[in-house]
């Protein structure tokens, strides 16, 4: 909003944005509150079928290690995929296959 106040004798202009705020909580309607109820155990499922590791008997640990190179250099950002894949392909090679 857009306020003028007066501050000895000169108009001057204050503004506040209240923007997207943490403070205020989302009010939901009835059908969006159902319709979220709804979603999110299938988006839930869905992302833990996205982060797990394929894991197939047939795998070896070389392929798994490969793998999670790969994954850690392809996180989505940036800096994660710096600081995460320069880690990982440095140091997995000497995990165990437990680890």
Known sequence: TFRPALQQ????????YRGDASEAEPA????EAA???IA???????FQK???LPVDDNDDVE???K???YRSKQRGWLEVDLLLGT???ENVHSLTADE
């Open 63 to 65: 392929t798994r290690r």
């Open 28 to 31: 939901l309607s009835p059908e």
């Open 9 to 16: 004798g000169t108009a001057t202009a204050t503004r506040w």
């Open 50 to 52: 996205h982060i797990a």
């Open 87 to 89: 880690w990982a392909h």
């Open 67 to 69: 793998r999670l190179v």
């Open 40 to 46: 999110k155990p299938k988006a839930e499922a869905i």
């Open 35 to 37: 319709l979220l109820k």
